[in-house]
């Protein structure tokens, strides 16, 4: 009996896991050739006038698509963020990105945690190998380890939402080092939606690659380098005790 209510504990938690990946399916297979910029310039004139005589409910429904996006892991994240700087301007618009990010990727990580991650977790911390002193590594820097994985551009932004969930970070620490540590990008993105129109009047495309511009990297990887002081700092410390 006891193993009967186990088992179904476990399907109970894994059920979120399982509506994600196959809402996560049907959106790439519907939607991947929908969210693209050249389903915002064929609609560029409709979605500015539904903007103009709807303001409200048009953000609140641009919000939502891209909490979807995101919690889905769909492809079009950089497509709706520049679409934000597009249609709501850089202030406005950089507020819908990083607040629709952080919600979709805390939407997320609360479903892996739930699912799996919280045994795993539980696992590791009840294992006396080098994982275990990995994690006790990662809990002692999790503050700087988790603004790493959101200021630099190389880590996927879904591999940065389910990691922390297998690892055990503190929810309090992945909603705040998510919310500040995507604003650079968030920015940049968002700057770029703002000339979308000048873009799409000379037949071309927008840029994205402008992220990786010396003045625009530079100083995301400087902010990324004074995040990970403390990771350095530690394992001197370390090393020096053992020596």
């Given at each position: 009996m006891?193993?009967?209510?186990g088992d179904?504990?476990?399907?109970?938690h894994?059920l979120?896991l399982?509506?994600?990946?196959?809402?996560a399916?049907?959106?790439?297979?519907?939607?991947?050739?929908w969210l693209?910029?050249?389903?915002?310039?064929?609609?560029?004139?409709?979605l500015l006038?539904l903007?103009?005589?709807?303001?409200?409910?048009?953000a609140?429904?641009f919000?939502a698509?891209?909490v979807?996006?995101?919690?889905l892991s769909?492809p079009?994240?950089?497509?709706?963020?520049?679409t934000?700087?597009?249609?709501?301007?850089?202030?406005?618009?950089t507020v819908?990105?990083?607040?629709?990010?952080t919600?979709?990727?805390?939407?997320?990580?609360?479903?892996v945690?739930?699912g799996f991650g919280a045994s795993?977790?539980?696992?590791?911390?009840?294992s006396?190998?080098r994982?275990?002193e990995?994690?006790?590594?990662?809990r002692e820097?999790?503050?700087s380890v988790m603004?790493?994985?959101r200021l630099?551009p190389?880590v996927p932004?879904?591999?940065a939402?389910?990691?922390?969930?297998?690892?055990?970070?503190?929810?309090r620490?992945?909603?705040i080092t998510?919310?500040?540590?995507i604003?650079?990008g968030?920015l940049?993105?968002?700057?770029?939606?703002v000339?979308?129109?000048?873009?799409?009047?000379r037949?071309?495309?927008?840029d994205l690659?402008?992220?990786w511009e010396?003045?625009?990297?530079?100083?995301i990887l400087g902010l990324?380098?004074?995040a990970?002081l403390?990771?350095?700092?530690?394992?001197v410390r370390?090393?020096?005790?053992?020596?």
């Open positions: 006891v193993q009967t209510q179904t504990a476990q399907r109970r894994v979120p399982v509506l994600l990946a196959v809402a399916v049907l959106g790439w297979v519907l939607l991947g050739d693209t910029f050249d389903t915002l310039r064929d609609n560029r004139a409709w006038s903007r103009d005589d709807h303001y409200l409910p048009v609140l429904g919000a698509i891209y979807t996006i995101v919690t769909l079009g994240a950089a497509v709706a963020s520049v934000g700087g597009f249609l709501f301007g850089l202030a406005m618009g819908l990105n990083v607040a629709s990010a919600i979709g990727a805390t939407i997320l990580f609360l479903a945690r739930w795993l977790t539980a696992r590791i911390e009840a006396d190998g994982i275990h990995i994690q006790k590594g990662l820097t999790e503050w603004f790493l994985l630099v190389a932004f879904f591999v939402n389910l990691l922390p969930a297998l690892v055990g970070v503190r929810l620490t992945f909603v998510t919310a500040l540590g604003v650079p968030g940049v993105y968002t700057w770029i939606g000339g979308l129109g000048e873009v799409f009047d037949g071309e495309d927008p690659s402008l992220l010396p003045h625009i990297i530079g100083p990324a380098a004074l990970a403390p990771i350095v700092i530690r394992a370390a090393r020096g005790g053992t020596t």
